[in-house]
């Protein structure tokens, strides 16, 4: 229905128009709970019942069964709803009037809303809160608007800015201060009070930057939120509350150097900015500087020699202490592939090679780190630290080693009604640090592989294995293999690993009775439907981690082998490749071993531990092929 006259309608409830001038009215049908209202740009989150004068129904979120959200005051509804639902409780329902000025005006709204139309909404307030800054999206930061600022200019990286900081626990004040710094750098100034590696010193920069001037904003922190405010002894469930207002705002000119000479200028003031951060543990913050430094030089060509050997140095000083920041916050790989960006403009840099050799060490790569401890001593013989290094390396292996032996045996010591379905060999081989491999062959299974059921007796298998190891395959010769060597060694390994297996029969589940079955060569494959290549133990976090995910993988496959260096698992290969239908390599030895096999049809799929986007790219280009 179209009002002839809305201006002049009368209508019941409070009038809640800005200028109290009867525009929209407020009824409260049921009231809420509490005393907290909605905040400018809160999120709220209502159900609605949208009606003309005359009773006409035109919207209900109702009979969506869908609530409708949105951010309080933005302009993302119609003013009266933006005036009405910030004076209602959690749980209130009103009802709202509102005439044309503050509704649909003279356009209307859809076919059911002429111009000039009065309408009436049922709203129920549902739920309302500030925004989720969380990194995590978990809501251990959330920001509430308690006034907008003024005009649309915000802070850029690197602006100076003047803000007022508030901290409330409990109706007390834990600080109080106004402080001015540098956008980006905050940290120096101890934003907040605490350690700069805290959430809540990311949300502050953070919202800093989504700041006008004179806007006054409230963060609500809890759980992860706390983290960096150790020394107000808050306990570990509380909620605090932090106040934050922009009071000015100084900003920089946002202009990248143009030509190399800029760039190379520029690169000077970031070193020295960086390595100031650097020395006071804000790790975060230089690495921002260091990456741009590479990045400014990256292209940067000159023509005098001095600017190329003081480019050359930026680069090499700015990635090696770009790994250390790395290395600080334990990020061991992305450190490792700093430093090798590095090498690739010196390959006899002392520093980096010796900090590739922490990293190695770091992530328990053993044998490369004490090849890059013994690079860095064939450099500098006098280098105690990394005599000191390679010690470290010989005792970590044999602790390893006595931790592999233990997990194992931890494994393959379970009741026989754990696993009355399977029988278990214990094979010993050479494998480097990880000595010990399980073989699990399920009793039931009636598998065919190329036509030979598993029941095939040592002969047959044994045969099958004489022929494969007689010729080099297609794809042995594609990995570099020398097939007579390789195939010798390995069938050597394979007698002496036969020798020493240890068979362990189990109850099968039909009748209770036992089966035996033959003990099967480590290297036969004609004896496994799906062999998992699983390299590198170490990356396993926990020993409860890695029998769990051992378990996992017998669901899915006859045999469970781990690695510890490529050529071995090349060896490996050389004999199972073309029955191989799932392999699981890691980060370690992917760039090695994955540019072997793409393209070749007899692999499935290779899912890769640690993944990055690059790699997670070629696997979908290969599966594609």
């Not at 030509?259 to 690495?287: C, F, M, N, P, W």
């Not at 490369?368 to 292996?397: G, M, Y």
């Not at 081989?429 to 190329?450: K, L, R, W």
């Not at 060694?489 to 036969?498: D, E, L, Y």
Request: aromatic share 8%; net charge neutral; proline share 3%.
């Amino acid at each position: 229905m179209t009002s002839k006259n809305p201006e002049q309608t009368e209508f019941q409830g409070e009038d809640i128009s800005p200028s109290k001038d009867g525009y929209i009215f407020k009824e409260i049908l049921r009231e809420g709970t509490g005393d907290e209202l909605p905040m400018f740009d809160d999120k709220v989150t209502v159900h609605y019942i949208s009606r003309r004068l005359d009773e006409v129904e035109f919207d209900n979120s109702r009979q969506r069964d869908r609530p409708f959200s949105f951010s309080l005051g933005q302009g993302e509804v119609i003013k009266s709803w933006d005036i009405g639902i910030a004076t209602m409780k959690r749980g209130e329902l009103a009802r709202f009037t509102s005439k044309p000025k503050y509704a649909f005006g003279q356009k209307g709204h859809s076919d059911k809303v002429g111009p000039n139309t009065i309408v009436v909404f049922e709203v129920e307030l549902i739920d309302f809160g500030g925004k989720d800054f969380s990194p995590e999206q978990d809501g251990s930061i959330r920001r509430r608007m308690i006034k907008a600022g003024e005009g649309n200019l915000r802070p850029n990286e690197g602006a100076t800015i003047e803000m007022m900081l508030k901290g409330m626990y409990n109706d007390q004040i834990l600080e109080e201060r106004t402080s001015t710094f540098i956008l980006g750098e905050g940290c120096e100034e101890n934003i907040p009070a605490g350690s700069p590696w805290s959430l809540f010193y990311f949300s502050v920069e953070v919202c800093a930057f989504k700041m006008t001037t004179g806007e006054h904003c409230k963060l609500f922190l809890k759980s992860k939120g706390l983290v960096g405010l150790e020394k107000f002894n808050i306990p570990s469930d509380a909620t605090v509350e932090y106040e934050l207002k922009l009071i000015k705002v100084e900003r920089v000119k946002d202009k990248r150097p143009d030509t190399d000479d800029e760039k190379l200028a520029e690169s000077e003031i970031l070193k020295t900015r960086a390595d100031q951060l650097l020395k006071g543990s804000h790790y975060e913050v230089a690495i921002k500087k260091y990456k741009k430094i590479y990045e400014y030089l990256l292209s940067a060509i000159f023509s005098h020699d001095s600017d190329r050997q003081r480019c050359k140095y930026l680069k090499i000083a700015s990635q090696s202490n770009l790994a250390l920041c790395y290395m600080k916050m334990n990020n061991y790989d992305d450190a490792k592939r700093t430093c090798n960006r590095a090498l690739a403009f010196d390959d006899k840099n002392e520093k980096c090679i010796f900090r590739r050799g922490q990293c190695h060490l770091a992530m328990r790569f053993y044998d490369r780190a004490i090849q890059d401890f013994e690079t860095v001593l064939k450099l500098n013989p006098l280098n105690a630290a990394a005599k000191q290094q390679i010690q470290i390396c010989e005792q970590q292996i044999k602790a390893h080693e006595v931790e592999e032996k233990q997990i194992y045996k931890k494994i393959f010591h379970k009741s026989p009604q754990a696993n009355a379905s399977n029988k278990i060999e214990l094979v010993q081989i050479g494998c480097g640090p990880s000595e010990t491999v399980a073989v699990t062959h399920p009793t039931v299974s009636t598998s065919i592989i190329n036509g030979q059921s598993k029941q095939a007796s040592d002969e047959s298998l044994q045969n099958d294995l004489n022929k494969r190891t007689s010729t080099t395959s297609h794809t042995s010769k594609k990995i570099r293999m020398n097939s007579a060597t390789s195939i010798n060694s390995t069938t050597k390994r394979v007698a002496s690993a036969s020798s020493r297996t240890t068979t362990i029969d189990l109850e099968s589940s039909t009748g209770g009775k036992k089966s035996r079955r033959p003990s099967l060569p480590l290297y036969d494959d004609a004896n496994y439907d799906l062999v998992i290549i699983w390299v590198d133990p170490h990356i396993i976090d926990s020993e409860k981690t890695y029998v769990n995910s051992l378990i996992k993988f017998r669901r899915i496959t006859d045999a469970v082998f781990t690695f510890d260096e490529f050529e071995q698992c090349i060896s490996f290969l050389d004999h199972i490749y073309e029955k191989t239908a799932f392999l699981i390599v890691s980060d370690s030895v992917v760039e090695q071993f994955l540019p072997l096999v793409i393209g070749e049809p007899h692999l499935d799929f290779i899912y890769i531990l640690n993944q990055t986007k690059r790699k997670i790219k070629l696997i979908n280009i290969w599966k594609k092929r």
